[in-house]
């Protein structure tokens, strides 16, 4: 019979130098005198247990991660005990870690049973015959890699500074952990999934992958149903292979026979007229649930898996100006892809809950999204992510897990481990219908055009893997998604961030601007789908007094130093303060070192909600000309003090939090400048016409309205449709100093969205000091100015459950906003005109 030992739970640990010190075999021995271990529970990341032990300190605060760096460089050993029956012992057994971070060596009954180094896939032992009827003893050995790596070539795989020492290309692990922008050096370490051991009489039913191919006209679909099996005797064996649609009473079985080895065999059934899984906003996520079962030697085994209906295709057809569109289509209709890049939520990445998933994937649908990016220096998606997505209709675009650098796929040894990681994530993840697009890697086509890749040895030796392998070996596995080559790349040989084909990385506003973001230089992108590209911000106060002691609260103190980003607080002037203070001293004229942090920490969050608006709003205006507005980056993996995420480690809510909210409203209004004259773009998402009113003209900054303009508008389904237009000359005549382009949205005498365009620096703006009005009836606040407020902020921690924040008043127009009762009474306590830039 079929049976299984869980092996989580208490076992022993300890640390060794390595040989020359304390040599970690010693700690191997199947006797072991006098030696006291560690408690440590599993599944767990060390750094996690010492922190239960009280050996080291939270490395998310102050400037703990610097302090917990030896744990990186140790030996690691665990040991325990377990007894097992004479039966077990007799079947076919495989020891099974869902997850080893990162090279480890197991040992049981004092045998070495095998060796594994990908934190990227499972490892799976056999053990058949190796079992002791009563106690037995497992022991596993660990490193992080830095050992065995020490004597591998990093400069010739374009590693800098700290890659050098971790020496990353060559670890599948996730890249982050060896340091990146955003995210302290903190390599993960440990037994980090579910141990079991599994027994079989005959063959074991290893995954199975479920997908689905709907016809072109969607009248039908084909569900697939993918056994892998792995056979450990020496003899083939017949079995019965079944797989059931529950929802449909559908079946289907097949006698197979299971060769010596590892197979697979596949089952297909068709849907008539199915129902289709959509994105948010398009219709219902419905999914299918589907048992794959194996009879094999008087065994059953089941895994279930939920899939959904829906055709993914890249339109990429010719674009009427230059290029190629870039269009993701679902079910046959474009989407407008609104959304942020995904990292791993914690410098400890296993350590993050399905709880905190669906919160994250619950604050991204609050926000309007309806896609994440899943970067490539990161870790596969989990599937309670997965799970979350599928059901909020929350598309996922996937990058293999390679990210700027070059990789040895000139080593054999590294190209037949990434063929297994690949095909095994492929497998794991095929039923999920919101994963729409695989993608080979971030940026490393990119840095084979203009990093200088080519310019030492070892020259592209990754080419194979990421133009060959993996895009075999993603469409075999699953063809019902898309594949795409790199991020960013173009077709046609054409360099890979071209704003007219393929996807891009639009960094030249943020990254590649010496002197701050000059973030009104994204109003001429054109790029056909910008995956990637944002603009920096800082923490909230309450953020920032969470992980700096109260001595460390000044600009660029140890500890908020050791917790910046790097694109913030560096310049191409050595010794310049850096490109995020320099942008708060373009923008509005302050000088950040004459500022109180928290008054810092406000206008920089404001600089970073003004420039995710105009990245936003650009292309969404451009729809489907560009057909995305993905930013970097939607969530953090420790608290940081400038960062480009708009909901923080502590999930709290930035300032951009809801300025990108808006920005991202099904129904959207976008003014925007276009040489002589001024447009008022109305961008409507949804599958259905929109119908209502657009006010708009332009509005002196002290008060008042000018050409002013109120019609009926009825917006195209899944369209940007031009509303009105303003003559330029018009608002110069006024001044552009002094005013400002404006358009609000309504129906049925409610506000759906506004927006407002300048084209002077905030410092050079005449504001004036509004007097703001806040009233609050049956649960609405209702906030009005004669002049124009800029930045409106009722909650600058990020903490209250507000329905709105960061907002502006225009002149005379009333906003209002839901506000219960509990919340208090109402009360502005950030302003731009006063706290951003002086008032006249």
């Known amino acids: 019979m079929p049976g299984k030992i869980v092996l989580n739970g208490t076992w022993g640990l300890t640390w060794a130098e390595g040989p020359g010190l304390v040599n970690p075999d010693h700690y191997t021995a199947v006797a072991l005198r006098g030696r006291k271990m560690l408690e440590a529970a599993v599944p767990a990341p060390v750094h996690k247990i010492l922190m239960n032990l009280g ?128 995210n302290a050096r903190l390599m993960n370490i440990g037994i980090l999934g579910d141990v079991r051991l599994e027994w079989h009489a005959g063959p074991c039913l290893e995954q199975a ?99 959904g209906v829906r055709r993914v295709e890249i339109d990429q057809s010719p674009h009427p100006e230059e290029g190629q569109y870039f269009i993701i289509r679902i079910n046959n209709r474009p989407i407008f892809c609104k959304g942020g890049n995904w990292v791993p939520a914690d410098l400890l990445y296993s350590s993050v809950t399905p709880q905190r998933y669906r919160d994250l994937v619950r604050l991204a649908v609050e926000a309007n999204f309806n896609t994440l990016r899943i970067w490539g220096g990161g870790c596969f998606a989990d599937h309670a992510l997965c799970e979350a997505c599928d059901e909020a209709g929350v598309l996922i675009w996937h990058d293999f897990l390679f990210a700027c650098c070059k990789y040895p796929g000139d080593h054999p040894e590294f190209a037949a481990e990434v063929r297994r990681e690949v095909a095994w994530a492929v497998r794991d993840l095929a039923h999920h219908p919101c994963l729409v697009v695989w993608c080979g890697n971030n940026e490393v086509e990119w840095g084979d055009w203009g990093w200088g890749y080519d310019s030492k040895p070892r020259t592209h030796p990754h080419y194979a893997l990421f ?46 601007e010496p002197h701050g973001a000059d973030f009104w230089k994204y109003r001429r992108y054109v790029d056909r789908f910008p995956n990637e590209g944002g603009v920096i911000g800082m923490s909230s106060p309450a953020t920032l007094r969470q992980f700096l002691s109260e001595d460390q609260r000044y600009l660029l103190s140890p500890e908020w130093d050791h917790h910046d980003n790097p694109f913030a607080c560096t310049a191409p002037t050595p010794g310049d303060l850096g490109r995020a203070y320099a942008t708060v001293e373009m923008w509005t004229g302050r000088n950040p070192e004459q500022m109180d942090w928290e008054d810092y920490a406000y206008v920089s969050a404001l600089m970073q909600a003004e420039g995710l608006q105009e990245y936003i709003a650009n292309y969404r205006r451009r729809m489907f000309s560009s057909s995305s507005a993905i930013f970097w980056m939607y969530n953090d993996s420790w608290p940081v003090t400038h960062g480009w995420t708009i909901v923080d480690y502590y999930l709290r809510k930035k300032l951009a939090y809801h300025p990108v909210r808006r920005a991202f409203q099904p129904v959207r209004v976008v003014v925007a400048e276009d040489e002589d004259l001024v447009r008022v773009f109305g961008v409507n998402d949804t599958p259905a016409e929109w119908s ?100 409106v902020c009722l909650d600058v921690d990020g903490e209250a459950p507000l329905a709105d924040n960061c907002f502006d008043l225009l002149p005379g127009i009333p906003y209002t906003l839901p506000w219960p009762s509990g919340l208090g009474a109402p009360r502005v306590v950030r302003l731009g005109n006063r706290d951003a830039v002086k008032t006249r």
């Open 55 to 182: 050996l080291i300190d939270d490395p998310n605060v102050g400037l703990n991660s610097l302090k917990a760096r030896w744990v990186e460089e140790q030996f690691w050993i665990y040991r325990r005990t377990f007894t097992c029956s004479e039966e077990a012992g007799r079947q076919n057994v495989w020891l099974v870690f869902d997850k080893l971070e990162f090279e480890a060596v197991v040992w049981l009954n004092g045998q070495e049973v095998g060796r594994h180094a990908n934190a990227n896939r499972p490892a799976c032992f056999d053990v058949t015959g190796k079992l002791q009827a009563g106690e037995n003893l497992l022991i596993v050995k660990l490193s992080t890699g830095i050992h065995s790596a020490a004597d591998k070539p990093g400069s010739e795989y374009h590693c800098h500074l700290i890659d050098l020492l971790t020496k990353r290309p060559w670890h599948r692990k996730p890249q982050y952990q060896g340091g990146w922008d955003w």
């Open 209 to 307: 992958a479920v997908f689905a191919m709907p016809a072109p006209d969607l009248r039908s679909a084909k569900v697939h149903a993918r056994a892998f099996i792995v056979n450990r005797g020496t003899a083939e064996i017949e079995a019965t292979l079944r797989a059931r649609i529950r929802e449909t009473g559908q079946e289907v079985s097949a006698q197979v026979r299971i060769a010596p080895g590892e197979s697979s065999h596949e089952l297909t059934m068709t849907l008539a007229e199915p129902r289709l899984w959509w994105p948010i906003g398009h219709g219902e996520q419905f999914r299918y649930t589907v048992d794959v079962e194996l009879d094999a030697c008087g065994e059953t085994q089941v895994m279930t898996r939920k899939t």
């Open 467 to 512: 133009h060959h392998e993996i895009p075999r070996i993603a469409i075999r596995e699953n063809p019902a998604t898309a594949y795409w080559i790199s991020s960013p790349f173009s077709p046609d040989y054409k360099e890979p961030n071209d704003p007219t084909i393929g996807d891009q990385h639009p960094w030249g506003v943020s990254i590649l």
């Open 692 to 791: 209502g009113e657009v006010r708009c003209g332009l509005f002196k900054l002290a008060g008042g309205l000018e050409s002013e303009q109120r019609k009926s508008v009825t917006l195209a389904a899944n369209a940007s449709t031009v509303l009105a237009e303003i003559e330029k000359a018009k608002w110069q005549q006024m001044g552009t100093a002094a005013s400002g382009a404006f358009a609000v949205l309504s129906k049925d005498g409610r506000m759906v969205s506004q927006h407002r365009l300048f084209i002077e620096r905030f410092k050079d703006l005449k504001f004036v000091e509004p007097k703001i009005d806040l009233s609050v009836k049956n649960g609405v606040l209702t906030l009005s100015s004669k002049a124009f407020a800029w930045g």
